[in-house]
């Protein structure tokens, strides 16, 4: 069966059982939804999403332009491809037909060319190449018979395009877009296809031989095959080239190839149902995996090869193939208090509320100097400053961290079950006291993977106090006291410095509590 009936029959089967170099913090991810017909927006300041964008009928493969400023997303069904503006989350102009079947897509360096693989019936051994600054096809290629992952050389002079039912890899001269040399055989069934960063290898998966063949560009041959996972499908490469990301879509796993060496390093990493794209941010802190067979999106941190944080939830069927993570276009300041939503490097001179379908996010020395309160959407602070508290109640979500600074207070307080997302404070400072009050979110304060995120420092009091969800506290420097009272969600109170007293009295499901140091340690907690 080849890699399209066979996800057909996997949408089918979906719908009948029915019936997503600056910091990665300042990026968003755009995951194609193949049976929802849209894409989902994660912030992955916060890893919540922030908008979903209607497209074509069946998008599956994505590609972000370099500057960040369009995605582009290949609609199956339609035969088109819809360009999305994120500069305001939209899809702009009309769709641009292609031919059968578009599937994977890719950008050139420069960002003046995309190249659509066409892997449909009729002309499914095509490649169509669309200029961008008219957004319009100018010319065809002819290469295997379904054609799937496609990718672009970091110099942007060559473009290796996997098709399926050949087992070859073929290679066009972006020049002239033509196809250069003979067909490069590789494994069987070709579909993911990434280049390393100094353009000296190609990673290509093959669908039904479950490996990935390793082609040197110098000479268009095999050198290695590495074998992975079940039915891998999409392929990454870290920034720094050190490392090759495969998703196993029938494992529900992604291995982990060492380029210095072409072979599998470590366990496979659990992931979610049936992952298929895959994505690695521009620092290669983390990857995200689009996990089409339960509608999430998997997080994981590169410097420990484990899943952080809860699923996102996205729409149904993502599939996200190819380089789906894009900077928003980074603005100085909000224009008002009331109105941010955006990324902002910049300062504001003033307070700022954050309400629903907001996502406000400062990076990079961006301050606020006034209190920030939400009251819904998202909040994020990496390597940022409010000068005076941050308060978060009732509604949103929020990452604070790794870098933020908060003059004086940090309270967050009665946050819903609803709230989803995963809520952090980690690699902070806040120069007064932080309370956690009456929550019914998960919360993390703290990190218990300091490979990832840090602890805070706290200069005032920690209190933690009747909250009903998860409350993990790790690894903080609490300059007065830090107490724990009257929880009854999961705690967790490990490796804290507490100044005076440590209090951990009346908690229902303490998990652990040990490692930590003060003077005066009272009640649960050692």
């Given at each position: 069966?080849?890699?399209?009936?066979?996800?057909?029959?996997?949408?089918?089967?979906?719908?009948?059982?029915?019936?997503?170099?600056?910091?990665?913090?300042?990026?968003?991810?755009?995951?194609?939804?193949?049976?929802?017909?849209?894409?989902?927006?994660?912030?992955?300041?916060?890893n919540t999403v922030i908008a979903t964008i209607p497209v074509g009928s069946?998008?599956?493969?994505?590609?972000?332009?370099?500057?960040?400023?369009?995605?582009?997303?290949?609609?199956?069904?339609?035969?088109?491809?819809?360009?999305?503006?994120?500069?305001?989350?939209?899809?702009?102009?009309?769709?641009?037909?292609?031919?059968?079947?578009?599937?994977?897509?890719?950008?050139?360096?420069?960002?003046?060319?995309?190249?659509?693989?066409?892997?449909?019936?009729?002309?499914?051994?095509?490649?169509?190449?669309?200029?961008?600054?008219?957004?319009?096809?100018?010319?065809?290629?002819?290469?295997?018979?379904?054609?799937?992952?496609?990718?672009?050389?970091?110099?942007?002079?060559?473009?290796?395009?996997?098709?399926?039912?050949?087992?070859?890899?073929?290679?066009?001269?972006?020049?002239?877009?033509?196809?250069?040399?003979?067909?490069?055989?590789?494994?069987?069934?070709?579909?993911?296809?990434?280049?390393?960063?100094?353009?000296?290898?190609?990673?290509?998966?093959?669908?039904?031989?479950?490996?990935?063949?390793?082609?040197?560009?110098?000479?268009?041959?095999?050198?290695?095959?590495?074998?992975?996972?079940?039915?891998?499908?999409?392929?990454?490469?870290?920034?720094?080239?050190?490392?090759?990301?495969?998703?196993?879509?029938?494992?529900?796993?992604?291995?982990?190839?060492?380029?210095?060496?072409?072979?599998?390093?470590?366990?496979?990493?659990?992931?979610?149902?049936?992952?298929?794209?895959?994505?690695?941010?521009?620092?290669?802190?983390?990857?995200?995996?689009?996990?089409?067979?339960?509608?999430?999106v998997s997080v994981i941190a590169t410097a420990t090869n484990t899943v952080?944080?809860?699923?996102?939830?996205?729409?149904?069927?993502?599939?996200?193939?190819?380089?789906?993570?894009?900077?928003?276009?980074?603005?100085?300041?909000?224009?008002?208090?009331?109105?941010?939503?955006?990324?902002?490097?910049?300062?504001?001179?003033?307070?700022?509320?954050?309400?629903?379908?907001?996502?406000?996010?400062?990076?990079?020395?961006?301050?606020?100097?006034?209190?920030?309160?939400?009251?819904?959407?998202?909040?994020?602070?990496?390597?940022?400053?409010?000068?005076?508290?941050?308060?978060?109640?009732?509604?949103?979500?929020?990452?604070?961290?790794?870098?933020?600074?908060?003059?004086?207070?940090?309270?967050?307080?009665?946050?819903?079950?609803?709230?989803?997302?995963?809520?952090?404070?980690?690699?902070?400072?806040?120069?007064?006291?932080?309370?956690?009050?009456?929550?019914?979110?998960?919360?993390?304060?703290?990190?218990?993977?300091?490979?990832?995120?840090?602890?805070?420092?706290?200069?005032?009091?920690?209190?933690?106090?009747?909250?009903?969800?998860?409350?993990?506290?790790?690894?903080?420097?609490?300059?007065?006291?830090?107490?724990?009272?009257?929880?009854?969600?999961?705690?967790?109170?490990?490796?804290?410095?507490?100044?005076?007293?440590?209090?951990?009295?009346?908690?229902?499901?303490?998990?652990?509590?040990?490692?930590?140091?003060?003077?005066?340690?009272?009640?649960?907690?050692?």
């Open positions: 069966m080849n890699f399209r009936a066979f996800r057909l029959l996997t949408i089918a089967s979906f719908v009948t059982g029915f019936l997503g170099s600056a910091p990665s913090h300042a990026q968003n991810a755009y995951i194609t939804n193949s049976v929802s017909n849209n894409v989902s927006v994660i912030a992955t300041a916060t069946l998008p599956v493969g994505v590609a972000a332009t370099p500057d960040g400023s369009r995605v582009y997303i290949a609609n199956e069904t339609d035969s088109t491809v819809s360009v999305i503006a994120t500069a305001t989350n939209t899809a702009i102009g009309s769709p641009i037909a292609v031919g059968s079947v578009p599937f994977g897509v890719a950008v050139t360096p420069d960002g003046s060319k995309v190249y659509v693989a066409n892997a449909g019936s009729g002309n499914g051994t095509t490649v169509s190449v669309i200029a961008t600054a008219s957004e319009t096809v100018i010319d065809t290629v002819t290469v295997g018979t379904s054609p799937h992952g496609v990718a672009v050389t970091p110099d942007g002079s060559k473009v290796y395009v996997a098709n399926f039912l050949d087992g070859t890899v073929s290679v066009i001269a972006t020049a002239t877009d033509t196809v250069i040399g003979s067909p490069i055989a590789v494994g069987s069934s070709p579909v993911g296809v990434a280049v390393t960063p100094d353009g000296s290898k190609v990673y290509v998966g093959n669908f039904s031989d479950d490996t990935v063949s390793v082609i040197a560009t110098a000479t268009n041959t095999v050198i290695a095959t590495v074998p992975v996972g079940s039915v891998p499908l999409g392929v990454a490469v870290t920034p720094d080239g050190s490392k090759v990301y495969v998703a196993n879509r029938s494992d529900g796993t992604v291995s982990v190839i060492a380029t210095a060496t072409d072979t599998v390093i470590g366990s496979p990493i659990p992931v979610g149902s049936a992952p298929e794209g895959l994505a690695v941010t521009p620092d290669g802190s983390k990857v995200y995996v689009a996990n089409g067979g339960n509608g999430t952080t944080g809860s699923p996102i939830t996205v729409g149904s069927q993502p599939g996200a193939f190819g380089i789906f993570i894009a900077n928003p276009m980074v603005q100085s300041a909000p224009p008002s208090g009331k109105l941010c939503n955006g990324v902002y490097d910049g300062t504001f001179a003033g307070s700022i509320t954050v309400s629903a379908g907001q996502s406000c996010v400062f990076v990079n020395g961006g301050e606020v100097r006034g209190n920030i309160t939400v009251l819904g959407g998202n909040l994020g602070l990496i390597g940022a400053a409010v000068d005076v508290s941050v308060t978060v109640d009732g509604g949103g979500s929020f990452t604070l961290g790794p870098g933020a600074t908060i003059g004086v207070n940090l309270t967050i307080a009665n946050l819903p079950a609803s709230t989803t997302a995963n809520n952090s404070v980690c690699g902070s400072t806040v120069r007064g006291n932080l309370t956690v009050n009456n929550n019914a979110a998960a919360i993390e304060i703290g990190s218990n993977a300091p490979l990832v995120c840090a602890g805070n420092k706290i200069g005032g009091n920690l209190y933690a106090q009747a909250n009903t969800a998860s409350v993990q506290i790790f690894d903080n420097s609490v300059g007065n006291n830090a107490t724990a009272l009257r929880n009854t969600g999961p705690l967790d109170v490990v490796g804290n410095k507490v100044r005076n007293i440590l209090q951990c009295v009346g908690n229902t499901m303490l998990i652990m509590g040990g490692g930590n140091t003060a003077p005066i340690k009272q009640g649960q907690c050692s």
